[in-house]
């Protein structure tokens, strides 16, 4: 199985260097990442060019002109270039735990899209977040964080009945020829949230149920 992952961003380059740094040890699981950018930022490219350097896969910066947030629009210029037949979304803010491209591929089956989660970091602590365990355990241990109980891998509990409005596209992974089939995500969204319940409802449609 050939897996990508795309990573939306929008003129956030010190988090954005945050998320791919927690990614470089969990690129060979990758066969591409496509950093996907709403506008055009000269130290995003630079980021991406420098943390990219040491992923073992190939990693593609692509940006546009900025219109407005478009995250549909970014994201489905990756998808364009895309060749593998399984796809991990993660949103250009979220920092990845070390099992999660893992995780994705194991629990990715015929019939589903995967759905995860994510737990936040109260603002004022942000600068100093970082991918490294002790600093993830000592946010969580501290109070740093929100929705903490996301924010602890434990054994595996697959959801067969999650509802499709509980979706979160930060999060989530698809066979490439689901997306296809439903003309992927839907550029005419304009602004924040929408998307997330648009895609998860249309591939409903088609008989793809969530997998939480």
């Not at 980021?47 to 040491?54: I, L, N, P, R």
């Not at 979160?168 to 929408?194: E, H, P, T």
Request: glycine share 8%; hydrophobic share 40%.
């Amino acid at each position: 199985m050939k897996t990508a992952l795309v990573i939306n961003t929008c003129r956030q380059p010190l988090r954005l260097k945050k998320v791919l740094a927690s990614l470089v040890g969990q690129s060979r699981e990758l066969t591409e990442v496509l950093v996907t950018e709403d506008g055009e930022d000269a130290e995003t490219a630079q980021v991406v060019q420098t943390v990219g350097s040491a992923y073992a896969c190939t990693v593609k910066h692509l940006s546009a002109p900025w219109t407005g947030q478009r995250v549909c629009e970014v994201r489905n210029r990756a998808f364009k270039h895309m060749t593998a037949d399984h796809v991990v979304l993660l949103d250009g803010d979220c920092v990845a735990h070390p099992q999660f491209i893992a995780d994705h591929r194991h629990y990715i089956r015929e019939g589903y899209f995967v759905q995860g989660w994510r737990a936040a970091v109260k603002e004022p602590h942000v600068p100093g977040f970082s991918h490294e365990w002790w600093v993830r355990w000592s946010y969580l241990l501290t109070g740093r964080t929100t929705g903490r109980k996301r924010s602890v891998r434990a054994l595996a509990r697959l959801d067969f009945s999650l509802d499709y409005k509980a979706t979160f596209a930060c999060n989530q992974s698809y066979w490439a020829k689901d997306l296809r089939a439903v003309i992927v995500f839907d550029s005419d969204i304009v602004g924040w949230g929408a998307d997330d319940y648009d895609i998860a409802g249309r591939l409903g449609v088609i008989g793809i149920k969530p997998l939480s």
